[in-house]
Nanobody, 119 residues
Framework: QVQLVESGGGLVQPGGSLRISCTAS????????MGWFRQAPGKQRELVAS???????NFADSVKGRFTISRDNAKNTVHLQMNTLEFDDTAQYYC?????????????WGQGTQVTVSS
């Protein structure tokens, strides 16, 4: 069973920045497309960023230009750098590997890390 451990969330003011990280225990981490998802209260979980094994990235329109995603295959870690944070970025953030088509690969999900944007 793969373990997903997210960290680095916290409380930040609008316009601020935060970097969150996820470590996955998957043996073949380096060949996986990894994604960051988020779920706000009362809303469905949504994919906000992904990075392929060769470093190609994709972002949801709502975060494009503000978030960047990176990976460190030596440490089985994927990061999400979030800049110019907005109130609507408040959510629990999760990472997972992606299957073709964009659905998540591993179950169960990790515990996530809470990001709260508030003044």
């Amino acid at each position: 069973q793969v373990q997903l451990v997210e960290s680095g969330g916290g409380l930040v003011q609008p316009g601020g920045s935060l970097r969150i990280s996820c470590t996955a225990s998957a043996a073949l981490f380096s060949i996986l497309t990894m994604g960051w998802f988020r779920q706000a209260p009362g809303k469905q979980r949504e994919l906000v960023a992904s990075i392929t094994s060769n470093g190609e990235t994709n972002f949801a329109d709502s975060v494009k230009g503000r978030f960047t995603i990176s990976r460190d295959n030596a440490k089985n870690t994927v990061h999400l750098q979030m800049n110019t944070l907005e109130f609507d970025d408040t959510a629990q953030y999760y990472c997972n590997a992606l299957l073709p088509g964009g659905s998540s690969m591993f179950k169960p999900w990790g515990q996530g890390t809470q990001v709260t944007v508030s003044s």
